[in-house]
T-cell receptor, first 114, second 115 residues
Framework: AQSVTQLGSHVSVSEGALVLLRCNYSSSVPPYLFWYVQYPNQGLQLLLKYTSAATLVKGINGFEAEFKKSETSFHLTKPSAHMSDAAEYFCAVTPGVSSYKLIFGSGTRLLVRP | KAGVTQTPRYLIKTRGQQVTLSCSPISGHRSVSWYQQTPGQGLQFLFEYFSETQRNKGNFPGRFSGRQFSNSRSEMNVSTLELGDSALYLC??????????????FGPGTRLTVL
């Protein structure tokens, strides 16, 4: 069965500092991996997705993630945090090309200190 | 192009009642998925529909049901509501059935409170 683990329910960084949100997955088949962001009282917005085309995936708002099969990881990074990045971030996995049955991690709340 | 629309945005019901939530996908999208989000269980998959056919179903009791209409609009129904059904219900739509060449877009959700 597939699963996703997000390490750290809360991450706090200073404005301008590196953002690193961790995601590890478990999958018996090549996975499709996603990062979503959720602002208060809103739905989910796709930041980026990995579909095996390239291991380093660039997304919106300056975020990127690297797929590392040997480490079963898909960590999200941003070189310089902005106050507007404060939100909850979810990593998700789906088993393959023909399904959007997403399995989500428990989420990481990013706090950005001025 | 308008985004995914969910109605109503907020809903209050009492235990034992039933509720119907509606989702209108982005124009041209034929796939709709539903998710339940709660503080305790997080985001959990409910259903996935494509062209009026249910393709996948999550691990929820039979009180949860859904359907998709010929115009791709979808509804989900929860009967005999329980306190634990209080949640944010999210709908998402996409053109096709998978992420390889497609992107799924989420609506703002319906906040259901069961008293």
């Amino acid at each position: 069965a597939q699963s996703v683990t997000q390490l750290g329910s809360h991450v706090s960084v200073s404005e301008g500092a590196l953002v690193l949100l961790r995601c590890n997955y478990s999958s018996s088949v090549p996975p499709y991996l996603f990062w979503y962001v959720q602002y208060p009282n809103q739905g989910l917005q796709l930041l980026l997705k990995y579909t095996s085309a390239a291991t380093l995936v660039k997304g919106i708002n300056g975020f990127e993630a690297e797929f590392k099969k040997s480490e079963t990881s898909f960590h999200l990074t941003k070189p310089s945090a902005h106050m507007s990045d404060a939100a909850e971030y979810f990593c998700a996995v789906t088993p393959g090309v023909s399904s959007y049955k997403l399995i989500f991690g428990s989420g990481t709340r990013l706090l950005v200190r001025p | 192009k308008a985004g995914v629309t969910q109605t109503p945005r907020y809903l209050i019901k009492t235990r034992g009642q039933q509720v119907t939530l509606s989702c209108s996908p982005i124009s041209g999208h034929r796939s709709v998925s539903w998710y339940q989000q709660t503080p305790g269980q997080g985001l959990q998959f409910l259903f996935e529909y494509f062209s009026e056919t249910q393709r996948n179903k999550g691990n929820f009791p039979g009180r949860f049901s859904g359907r998709q209409f010929s115009n791709s609009r979808s509804e989900m129904n929860v009967s005999t509501l329980e306190l634990g059904d209080s949640a944010l219900y999210l709908c998402a739509s996409s053109q096709g059935i998978g992420p390889n060449t497609d992107t799924q877009y989420f609506g703002p959700g319906t906040r259901l409170t069961v008293l």
